[in-house]
């Protein structure tokens, strides 16, 4: 959504800033976590608090807790009274009773999820399945609870479901729907490459589907139907690499089922509606009000990437889970869409999905019969084929080399200076699949020697132009998994 900076002479509300850093400041300050756009006499602010509520309840308490230690409840002041002095009584009484010692009162236990510091709180966030905290004050006492989200707070802690973003489930729990309408006009569609494809140094989470040509090697402009019955959560519009602004849009079909489109072109008023108006330099998503979508109803338009490139399709299941040679570093890394990546063609009904079956191919738009529609889940352990990471750290991070077969018998190497296509005979063509020692790949006037090391954990690569080498060279790149 496009911004418009506050004039120097308006008075700005408190805890509304110009810019996202000092919105983010001010929340931490105000005791809330995240940001929230807010326009007031019609000029739009970065606000503290992604929740609106938390930041009414916040600020009209003017609760400031500058750091944990400073969290206390202050006693009111008593007040002394001097009393004209007495004699002092010469004669001891004795105690009638035995004495009776005083206990200090029961402390009342949090609610949950509700601490006392800032860690502990976006420990429980994690754990809880949401993001952040907010500063909350329950009979007097204040805490930091789990959660940015007063909505989110209430829905994950009463034991509702999750869906793939993390955001708390307000649809139909059902993992068994399918798509009842097609994505798009398929009589226009050259080829359909499946998920799980190599390119770029990853795996993707998504399909390709290649528009036919125009001439002067432009793509048909195809409609983008809605599959089923589904609700829109998040729109990123963003510039690519090729001078086209595109967009990225994702919708949730039950608690379990999603789907996504990215390079779409243009968009259906009702996402223009809520979309950014400006293009960012990252397709990193907004999340929007729940708009509802029937069963085909118009999404957009695509031409794909650029105007010639593919355009993407991803369905995500979270009752399917990927396995990886390394899974902890995909579950700490919470790694969503690469788990729950499914063929996105098996979830369509009959005759939709013998269709689009029949359409599965290769980048360059030949159709290739018996292709298997293939997930994420390409790693083979102790094999090369799979993704690889240029950390050991076990957190959120992209894969830098992947490697695997494409339709059509292609090994593809991807992410070292380029992707690199070997096709099946060629003299170093080898299924990735069952590499586990040693080779040298060579195409496209490069070669990529690999050793596979540590039981299938690590591999190192070097790559050069030319012919192969004998012999890993020195200086090659290890890579884990």
Same mark, same amino acid.
């Given at each position: 959504?496009?911004?418009?900076?506050?004039?120097?002479?308006?008075?700005?509300?408190?805890?509304?800033?110009?810019? &996202?850093?000092?919105?983010?400041?001010?929340? !931490?300050?105000?005791?809330?976590?995240?940001?929230?756009?807010?326009?007031?006499?019609?000029?739009?602010?970065?606000?503290? %608090?992604?929740?609106?509520? +938390?930041?009414?309840?916040?600020? +009209?308490?003017? !609760?400031?807790?500058?750091?944990?230690?400073?969290?206390?409840?202050?006693?009111?002041?008593?007040?002394?009274?001097?009393?004209? /002095?007495?004699?002092?009584?010469?004669?001891?009484?004795?105690?009638?009773?035995?004495?009776?010692?005083?206990?200090?009162? /029961?402390?009342?236990?949090? /609610?949950?999820?509700?601490?006392?510091? &800032?860690?502990?709180?976006?420990?429980?966030?994690?754990?809880?399945?949401?993001?952040?905290?907010?500063?909350?004050?329950?009979?007097?006492?204040?805490?930091?609870?789990?959660?940015?989200?007063?909505?989110?707070?209430?829905?994950?802690?009463?034991?509702?479901?999750?869906?793939?973003?993390?955001?708390? %489930?307000?649809?139909?729990?059902?993992?068994?729907?399918?798509?009842?309408?097609?994505?798009?006009?398929?009589?226009?569609?050259?080829? !359909?490459?499946?998920?799980?494809?190599?390119?770029?140094?990853?795996?993707?989470?998504?399909?390709?589907?290649?528009?036919?040509?125009?001439?002067?090697?432009?793509?048909?402009?195809?409609?983008?139907?809605?599959?089923?019955?589904?609700?829109?959560?998040? @729109?990123?519009?963003?510039?690519?690499? @090729?001078?086209?602004?595109?967009?990225?849009?994702?919708?949730?079909?039950?608690?379990? !089922?999603?789907?996504?489109?990215?390079?779409?072109?243009?968009?259906?008023?009702?996402?223009?509606?809520?979309?950014?108006?400006?293009?960012?330099?990252?397709?990193?998503?907004? &999340?929007?009000?729940?708009?509802?979508?029937?069963?085909?109803?118009?999404?957009?338009?695509?031409?794909?990437?650029?105007?010639?490139?593919?355009?993407?399709?991803?369905?995500?299941?979270?009752?399917?889970?990927?396995?990886?040679?390394?899974?902890?570093?995909?579950?700490?890394?919470?790694?969503?869409?690469?788990?729950?990546? @499914? %063929? /996105?063609?098996?979830?369509?009904?009959?005759? =939709?999905?013998?269709?689009?079956?029949? =359409?599965?191919?290769?980048?360059?738009?030949?159709?290739?019969?018996?292709?298997?529609?293939?997930?994420?889940?390409?790693?083979?352990?102790?094999?090369?084929?799979?993704?690889?990471?240029?950390?050991?750290?076990?957190?959120?991070?992209?894969?830098?080399?992947?490697?695997?077969?494409?339709?059509?018998?292609?090994?593809?190497?991807?992410?070292? *200076?380029?992707?690199?296509?070997?096709?099946?005979?060629?003299?170093?063509?080898?299924?990735?699949?069952?590499?586990?020692?040693?080779?040298?790949?060579?195409?496209?006037?490069?070669?990529?020697?690999?050793?596979?090391?540590?039981?299938?954990?690590?591999?190192?690569?070097?790559?050069?132009?030319?012919? %192969?080498?004998?012999?890993?060279?020195? *200086?090659?790149?290890?890579?884990?998994?």
């Amino acid at each position: 959504m496009a911004t418009s900076t506050p004039t120097p002479t308006a008075t700005i509300p408190p805890y509304h800033y110009a810019t &996202r850093a000092e919105a983010e400041a001010g929340a !931490i300050k105000l005791g809330c976590s995240g940001w929230n756009q807010a326009k007031v006499d019609g000029t739009t602010y970065f606000r503290a %608090c992604a929740s609106g509520a +938390s930041f009414e309840s916040l600020v +009209s308490a003017t !609760i400031k807790p500058a750091s944990d230690a400073q969290i206390a409840i202050t006693p009111s002041p008593t007040t002394t009274i001097s009393l004209p /002095p007495t004699s002092t009584p010469t004669i001891s009484a004795q105690p009638t009773s035995t004495p009776v010692p005083q206990t200090a009162a /029961p402390a009342h236990a949090p /609610p949950p999820y509700h601490y006392a510091t &800032r860690a502990e709180a976006e420990a429980g966030a994690e754990e809880l399945g949401c993001s952040g905290f907010n500063g909350v004050r329950v009979e007097g006492t204040f805490y930091y609870r789990a959660c940015g989200s007063d909505e989110s707070y209430e829905l994950l802690a009463s034991g509702a479901p999750i869906t793939l973003s993390g955001a708390p %489930c307000k649809l139909e729990s059902d993992a068994t729907v399918r798509f009842s309408a097609t994505l798009t006009d398929l009589t226009q569609i050259a080829s !359909i490459v499946p998920a799980g494809s190599p390119s770029g140094g990853v795996i993707k989470p998504h399909s390709y589907l290649h528009n036919k040509d125009l001439p002067g090697g432009k793509n048909v402009r195809v409609p983008v139907y809605a599959v089923a019955d589904s609700v829109l959560t998040s @729109v990123a519009y963003y510039d690519t690499s @090729v001078g086209t602004s595109e967009y990225l849009i994702f919708f949730d079909v039950t608690c379990e !089922i999603s789907y996504k489109f990215d390079h779409i072109m243009s968009v259906a008023p009702k996402i223009l509606a809520v979309a950014p108006e400006i293009p960012s330099d990252t397709s990193e998503g907004n &999340r929007t009000p729940a708009i509802t979508f029937k069963a085909g109803e118009l999404i957009g338009y695509a031409n794909g990437a650029g105007g010639q490139g593919a355009w993407d399709f991803g369905v995500y299941d979270t009752t399917y889970t990927n396995q990886f040679a390394n899974q902890e570093r995909y579950v700490k890394g919470n790694m969503g869409q690469l788990l729950h990546t @499914v %063929c /996105p063609y098996d979830y369509f009904t009959e005759p =939709l999905k013998s269709q689009m079956y029949a =359409l599965l191919g290769t980048h360059d738009q030949r159709l290739v019969p018996d292709v298997e529609c293939t997930t994420t889940q390409r790693d083979v352990p102790g094999a090369v084929a799979g993704a690889w990471f240029d950390t050991q750290v076990l957190e959120f991070s992209d894969a830098k080399v992947a490697i695997a077969m494409l339709p059509g018998d292609i090994v593809a190497i991807t992410g070292i *200076g380029g992707d690199v296509r070997i096709s099946k005979g060629q003299p170093t063509w080898l299924d990735p699949g069952l590499l586990t020692t040693t080779h040298c790949y060579s195409g496209s006037g490069r070669w990529f020697f690999i050793e596979i090391q540590a039981d299938g954990m690590e591999m190192a690569i070097a790559d050069g132009s030319g012919g %192969c080498p004998g012999a890993l060279p020195a *200086g090659a790149t290890v890579y884990y998994r």
